[in-house]
T-cell receptor, first 115, second 116 residues
Framework: DAGVIQSPRHEVTEMGQEVTLRCKPI?????LFWYRQTMMRGLELLIY????????DSGMPEDRFSAKMPNASFSTLKIQPSEPRDSAVYFCASSLRGWGNYGYTFGSGTRLTVV | AQSVAQPEDQVNVAEGNPLTVKCTYS??????LFWYVQYPNRGLQFLLK??????LVKGSYGFEAEFNKSQTSFHLKKPSALVSDSALYFC??????????????FGQGTTLQVKP
């Protein structure tokens, strides 16, 4: 298995532009999580899905952020419009069952820089 | 509020010496606790977990963790550190949901530096 695949690995964009981050979870995993990592705030859970349905989006910073999971093998996190304070590393993780009975598997992350 | 804390930003040890990375938690009910490791420019990797049972949990790469209910702690340990253990370590706790749901919240992370 190739693991959790995120794209792009790096993204540099100008303030105000739309940014879309992509994630392919491990086949068969029924939970998908989006985390954001910054030096100041550490690792924050933004949203998670179970069987493609959003369960908890209380961590989504504001309406500029949206996430979708149209099927079991693909999810997107969109920021529109982007702002410099959105600069961070965004991780996607998947697991079989909710809290990681077998541990979460993380992707390598997308490093987003908004200038 | 449910939370997890890692009181040390950085831990420095010499290769071959034992290491401890500290974690304390605050949750309602029985805690489900986890340790993850992050190498530079990589995602987090699962090391070990405590759900129930023996208070000493063994995990990957020779790491173990000791659950202490009275002190609400779940410290990560290794008897003999390797330079390759140098990385960022995260403690996490499950909050909310039932036995198969909920989410993990992570501590701020502790950088482990093992010197030759």
């Amino acid at each position: 298995d190739a693991g959790v695949i995120q794209s792009p690995r790096h993204e540099v964009t100008e303030m105000g532009q739309e940014v879309t981050l992509r994630c392919k979870p491990i086949s068969g995993h029924d939970y998908l999580f989006w985390y954001r990592q910054t030096m100041m705030r550490g690792l924050e859970l933004l949203i998670y899905f179970n069987n493609n349905v959003p369960i908890d989006d209380s961590g989504m910073p504001e309406d500029r952020f949206s996430a979708k999971m149209p099927n079991a093998s693909f999810s997107t996190l969109k920021i529109q419009p982007s702002e410099p304070r959105d600069s961070a590393v965004y991780f996607c993780a998947s697991s079989l069952r909710g809290w990681g009975n077998y541990g979460y598997t993380f992707g390598s992350g997308t490093r987003l820089t908004v200038v | 509020a449910q939370s997890v804390a890692q009181p040390e930003d950085q831990v420095n040890v010499a290769e071959g010496n034992p290491l401890t990375v500290k974690c304390t938690y605050s949750v309602s009910g029985n805690p489900y606790l986890f340790w993850y490791v992050q190498y530079p420019n990589r995602g987090l990797q699962f090391l070990l977990k405590y759900i129930t049972g023996d208070n000493l949990v063994k995990g990957s790469y020779g790491f173990e963790a000791e659950f202490n209910k009275s002190q609400t702690s779940f410290h990560l340990k290794k008897p003999s550190a390797l330079v390759s253990d140098s990385a960022l370590y995260f403690c996490a706790v499950r909050v909310g949901g039932s036995s198969n749901t909920g989410k993990l919240i992570f501590g701020q992370g502790t950088t482990l530096q093992v010197k030759p």
